[in-house]
Every structure is written in structure tokens, then in C-alpha cells.
């Protein structure tokens, strides 16, 4: 089955770190855009950083230097460290396969608190 | 940023009945070289991430119900569901990803009236 599941969330204090992880199944992640969003009551989606396949990476401004996405192509595995978090992180954290075709993960809970 | 709003904040329609969601991007999302607007239309359902509906603003997911169309105008954009469903009740946010950061609309709730 084409699927995305992430894991890594959790609790966490403020200025702490944490490094999700997506799993891709059936496809794979290095010829496809990937996308980091997120999902909060406050600002609903947020779109947070894609890495395209070349290895491009893009940021939105409220995460750049302190989130860094990274891959694993032997583990089909996408990653998102998140360094110095805030509790403006707190929210759902989806993994995106973008383009024609596009899947979502389930998400994974980050509560900053 | 690329501002994306969409009107209304919610709608109650009846089953059957026509629904239709606007998006407006604040600068134009339409990429010479190949002549597609770079948005995506999703549909939130609660408990579920977003499911892709249409990609390039036009080309529609495999899956989605004919009832689904979407039309394009300069910097405007629609989804309109023709007949209700009950299963349709969601929330449906535009995306651009014309360049980053890529945006999300706000969302629309579409409820049953």
C-alpha cells in the first residue's frame, strides 16, 4: 500500500529538540517532492519546508535555522530535526508526497509545553 | 509571502444543493513556461489529513467525484461541488506552491444546511 507514516512526536519541553521521521512505502522518497506541513488550531496549516528530489531544501521563516529536513534514501525515509522548539510548535506534523498523486501521512503530535 | 484567502469562512448548504469555495491569491500563481497556475485544492475531513482533490489548479485526483470542478481566473479560484453529499462535509483549503513559502488559505467549512 502507498503510504507515509510519520513518528518521532511527543512531549517535550521548551528549547528542547525532537526529529520526526516519515516512512515511504511503494514509492520512493528521493525522486519525489516532499513536503514538511503543519497543523495547529492557532494557524491552521502551515506549510514548513520541501525538499525537492535533486536535494534542493526551502524553509518557511518560521522555522529556518532551527528545523533541518533531511533523507535517507537505504531507509525510504524522510526526517524533520526540530531544534530550539517553542510551544508555537505544538501541532500535528504531516509528511507530503506533493504533486500529481498527492499523500499525506496520518501525523505525528509535537506538544511544546 | 503569497497570501491566499478564501471566502466564505463557512457555508451551510442543503443536500443536493450547490456549494462553492473561493480562493484569491494576492499575487499570480500562473507559471509562464508551461501555463498552469501552481495550486492545489484539499478537503479536510475531521480525524483525517488532507486529501488532494486537484493539483495545477485543474487537474483533478484520481478518485474524486465528478460532482468536484473547479474553475480559474486570473489570481481566483472556485471549487464548486455541483449536489451535496452528506460525506461531503469537510474543510477545503487552496495551496499555492507557485514559491516559497508556499501558502495555504485559511479553509472553508462546508456544512449541511
Known amino acids: 500500500e502507498v503510504q507515509l507514516v510519520e513518528s518521532g512526536g511527543g512531549l517535550i519541553q521548551p528549547g528542547g529538540s525532537l526529529r520526526l521521521s516519515c516512512v515511504a512505502s511503494?514509492?520512493?522518497?528521493?525522486?519525489?517532492?516532499m513536503s514538511w506541513v503543519r497543523e495547529s488550531p492557532q494557524k491552521g496549516l502551515e506549510w514548513l519546508s520541501v525538499i525537492y528530489g535533486g536535494g534542493s531544501i526551502y524553509y518557511a521563516d518560521s522555522v529556518k535555522g532551527r528545523f533541518t529536513v533531511s533523507r535517507d534514501n537505504s531507509k525510504n525515509t524522510l526526517y524533520l530535526q526540530m531544534n530550539s522548539l517553542g510551544v508555537e510548535d505544538t501541532a500535528r506534523y504531516y509528511c507530503?508526497?506533493?504533486?500529481?498523486?498527492?499523500?499525506w501521512g496520518q501525523g505525528t503530535m509535537v506538544t511544546v509545553s | 509571502d503569497i497570501v491566499m484567502t478564501q471566502s466564505p469562512d463557512s457555508l451551510a448548504v442543503s443536500l443536493g444543493e450547490r456549494a462553492t469555495v473561493n480562493c484569491r491569491s494576492s499575487?499570480?500563481?500562473?507559471?509562464?513556461?508551461?501555463?498552469?497556475?501552481?495550486l492545489a485544492w484539499y478537503q479536510r475531513k475531521p480525524g483525517q489529513p488532507p486529501k488532494l482533490l486537484f493539483y495545477w489548479a485543474s487537474t483533478r485526483e484520481s478518485g474524486v467525484p465528478d460532482r468536484f470542478s473547479v474553475s480559474e481566473s486570473g489570481t481566483d479560484f472556485s471549487l464548486t461541488i455541483s449536489s451535496l453529499q452528506a460525506e461531503d462535509v469537510a474543510v477545503y483549503y487552496c495551496q499555492q506552491f507557485y514559491t516559497t513559502p508556499w501558502t495555504f488559505g485559511q479553509g472553508t467549512k462546508v456544512e449541511i444546511k
Open positions: 511503494e514509492f520512493f522518497v528521493y525522486n519525489n517532492y
Open positions: 507530503v508526497r506533493e504533486g500529481v498523486g498527492g499523500l
Open positions: 499575487h499570480a500563481i500562473l507559471h509562464s513556461a508551461n501555463g498552469k497556475n501552481y
